[in-house]
């Protein structure tokens, strides 16, 4: 059940959002992927198809081979009208044709990393230049040479990914192609680009102001607003939407194919990866736009105390800050969006309506969680019978309490022993429907036990949340 719930990720389609005109990955709920995190079968053979959002990446024409795998040209790729070079391609034969790089081969490549990101931005300034200098600038100087290492670290790790895992996971067939495609989706390929292309820009422009860069909010504009924003946007969002899901069944399949356990044990101990696992750095996506708004932030408080009359520059900064937060909040609700409808599946698939009277609603009886917007959900206890363990879903229209019994999830109606056992109590001391309107619910907290609340229907239930927070919730 535990590799059911996991392959059951894949059914899912990707939609960043309503209006999105990009294709979608994976069209069908109903094929069978039993085998994404299953045992060792035979895997997938071809390259890593194009799912995810689609099309060029501003003038990027992958090519694709007969058997409909995507292979990107192995020559200079145009990002945002920058030449970008990088190599996909070395000698060998891969799959369908395609030039896999092997890992002694990345290991030779430049991608290596040996270069030692630089401790001190202004080990390179002359000393007259440097004293120059207000300490404010300094400051944003910092900031600025921060951007460009991490930004440049970024794009080693996703080249890492790329080159260390993706092609050789392809090349060996030991992933079934649906996993592969979930944890390597054909986004990573767009987001290396445009990476490699916003790190380029950075480093000509330090380059051409002599480490002492005058102004850069052009740059990050460029980068995360207009058409590059929102394909940044759209490719992030589609390779981090199910990543978390994904690994989880790479983790139950590891357990199971010891091939696929050697393969990523050897990968994952290359010195390039100091030390990280493949879980450690696929999350990097995710993690590297979460420090964009952190970084335009500073940067922009210092480039107006120390820059107050270039106007330009800190609104080019401002802007940049913003639409960097957008797309952070695009992604996040993008993962959040599959993870509830992931962990809507597994309920679904495991709920037990055995217990609904007859008299239930067809609506009730036949209900589909899957189709509804999950807004909150969560563990509770029932506080006169601590033995019976809940699990709360909360949606647009209604509320649902499951009883959670081995791996099943029973809809079945609840004790509610009311108030007392007096005579005017009687009607209380009933039971409580599992799926109820939220129109129909009253909600009180509890007076002496911050974690307790009740629920009000025709009857009451006093159910404990783990903590304050969650009662509120």
């Known amino acids: 059940d535990e590799q059911n719930e996991a392959s059951s990720l894949a059914n899912n389609n990707y939609s960043s959002s309503s209006t999105s005109s990009l294709p979608l990955a994976l069209d069908s709920r109903s094929t069978s992927l039993e085998a994404v995190s299953g045992g060792g079968g035979t895997g997938a053979t071809t390259a890593v198809s194009s799912a995810g959002p689609a099309g060029t990446v501003s003038g990027t024409n992958p090519t694709h081979s007969p058997a409909g795998a995507t292979i990107l040209p192995s020559s200079a790729s145009t990002v945002s009208g920058t030449s970008v070079a990088h190599s996909i391609g070395v000698p060998g034969s891969g799959p369908g044709g395609l030039n896999v790089?092997?890992?002694?081969?990345?290991?030779?490549?430049?991608?290596?990393?040996t270069v030692e990101p630089e401790v001190d931005w202004s080990s390179n300034i002359p000393p007259?230049?440097?004293?120059?200098i207000s300490d404010l600038e300094k400051k944003r100087q910092e900031v600025i040479n921060e951007?460009?290492?991490?930004?440049?670290?970024?794009?080693?790790t996703l080249r890492l990914l790329e080159g260390i895992f993706m092609r050789p996971l392809q090349e060996s067939g030991a992933l079934p192609h649906e996993l592969l495609n979930l944890l390597f989706p054909h986004s990573?390929?767009?987001?290396?680009?445009?990476?490699s292309a916003f790190e380029l820009k950075l480093k000509q422009r330090r380059s051409e102001h002599g480490n002492v860069v005058r102004e850069i909010g052009d740059l990050l504009l460029t980068m995360f607003d207009g058409q590059?924003?929102?394909?940044l946007k759209e490719h992030a969002a589609h390779f981090c939407a199910r990543q978390q899901i994904a690994l989880e069944a790479l983790k139950e399949r590891r357990k199971k194919d010891e091939q696929l356990q050697r393969l990523l044990t050897k990968a994952e101990s290359h010195k390039a990866c100091r030390r990280l696992q493949l879980k450690d750095l696929l999350p990097t996506a995710l993690q590297r736009l979460t420090k964009y708004p952190l970084l335009f932030d500073n940067l922009y408080n210092f480039t107006v105390r120390s820059s107050p009359k270039n106007e330009g520059e800190a609104l080019a900064i401002r802007?940049?800050?913003?639409s960097a937060k957008r797309i952070l909040d695009h992604v996040n609700q993008a993962v959040r969006t599959e993870e509830d409808m992931h962990k809507l599946l597994t309920i679904q698939r495991k709920l037990d309506k055995s217990g609904l009277d007859k008299e239930a609603s067809i609506e009730f009886r036949n209900i589909d969680l899957t189709v509804r917007k999950l807004?909150?959900?969560g563990p509770l206890t029932m506080k006169k019978n601590p033995g019976v363990q809940l699990h709360g879903l909360l949606f647009e229209d209604i509320m649902v309490l499951l009883q959670?019994?081995?791996?099943?999830?029973?809809?079945?109606y609840h004790s509610s022993p009311g108030l007392g056992g007096s005579e005017s109590n009687k009607y209380a001391e009933g039971r409580f429907n599992p799926i109820t309107k939220i129109h129909l619910i009253l909600v009180r907290q509890s007076a002496v036990d911050k974690n307790t609340f009740f629920l009000i229907n025709t009857n009451m239930l006093e159910l404990t949340a783990p903590s304050s927070t969650e009662c509120k919730t």
């Open 147 to 156: 951007i460009y290492q991490t930004e440049r670290n970024h794009v080693r």
């Open 228 to 231: 590059t924003g929102e394909e």
């Open 101 to 113: 790089p092997t890992a002694r081969e990345w290991i030779d490549s430049e991608d290596e990393g």
């Open 319 to 322: 802007k940049s800050h913003e």
């Open 404 to 412: 959670k019994q081995d791996d099943k999830y029973l809809v079945k």
């Open 128 to 132: 007259e230049i440097l004293s120059s």
């Open 375 to 377: 807004i909150h959900d």
């Open 188 to 195: 990573l390929i767009h987001l290396k680009d445009l990476h």
